[in-house]
């Protein structure tokens, strides 16, 4: 009987879900074709509005940023290569997904192999079945809504982005960079970002790998720290907030000199 209702529970949300995305859909439909400007944080999503959407062609990139002066590389303290570290809103789905298999598998498989491995969620509002897996785990902890991030990407081996969903730009990764963390990601984690697996960040095909470039990356914390280095380089160059911020208000202003009829925004059906 337990198992029955179990499936029913989820027959419903899955119901639900797709409901309230065809709903989602439609909104975004009508956003997209009565905009008359649209800006999007990276290629990938500008590409989708116009394809997938209907978008206008006015479409612009501006990619998400970091501020580099605030987020900097702190050499004076010393690195755990056995430390890792997630960082994100942990009231966001894909981070919850995210953390539930960073402690249901990832860190147990890592932990196997090498017993010093730890982790540190951290992030903001953890819903409490997080904080109850994370004190059954060995090796994991949750740091929750703390005021500065800076101090756990000083210390720690790497991050962690085993992301399974999502999209845009992860600012976790442009934060972890801009202070020279190396970075362990999915390729789903890192979409939108112009960095090379390989060179900037370790890449793995899926979620399934991402123990072994944990792995990989404490047994081989110099060459970590290497693309974590060469990585930094190119946040500096094309992911600081200041010429980004610039750029976006080239679009706002020439956005809001355009005129447009107002019954082009009316709301859309129900």
């Known amino acids: ?14 119901w639900y879900i797709q409901k309230q995305w065809k709903k989602f859909e439609k909104f975004e439909r009508w956003a997209y074709a009565h905009a008359t400007w649209t800006v999007a944080v990276s290629e990938n999503d500008a590409n989708l509005i116009r394809d997938n959407f209907g978008g206008s062609e006015q479409t612009e990139v ?21 430390r890792t570290v997630f960082l994100g809103s942990l009231d966001w789905r894909p981070n919850q997904d995210a953390a539930k298999l960073l402690l249901e598998k990832i860190l147990p498989d890592v932990r196997a192999k090498e017993p010093r491995a730890t982790l ?6 953890p819903p409490e079945w997080m904080l109850a897996l994370a004190k ?10 703390v005021p500065d991030v800076r101090p756990y990407l000083a210390n720690c081996g790497c991050t962690v982005v085993p992301l399974r969903v999502g999209g845009g730009s992860r600012l976790k990764i442009l934060e972890s ?25 370790a890449v793995t095909d899926d979620e399934t790998r991402i123990a072994g470039a944990l792995l990989e990356a404490m047994r081989n914390p110099d060459a970590a720290l290497d693309r974590a280095e060469e990585a930094r380089r190119l946040i500096l160059r094309e992911y600081d907030w200041a010429p980004l911020s610039e750029k976006l208000e080239e679009v706002w202003s020439v956005a809001v000199t355009q005129r447009v009829p107002r019954t082009r925004f009316s709301e859309p059906e129900a």
């Open 136 to 145: 059954a785990t060995p090796g994991a902890t949750v740091h929750a809504n």
């Open 177 to 201: 960079l801009a202070t020279a963390t190396p970075v362990v990601s999915t390729k789903v984690g890192a979409e939108g970002l112009r960095l090379r697996a390989g060179d900037h960040l």
């Open 1 to 14: 009987m337990a198992a029955l209702c179990g499936n029913r529970r989820e027959s419903g949300k899955r």
């Open 62 to 82: 501006v990619d998400n940023g970091v501020d580099t002066a605030f987020f900097q590389p702190q050499r004076e303290v010393e690195r755990d290569p056995y």
């Open 120 to 125: 540190g969620i951290v992030g903001r509002n």
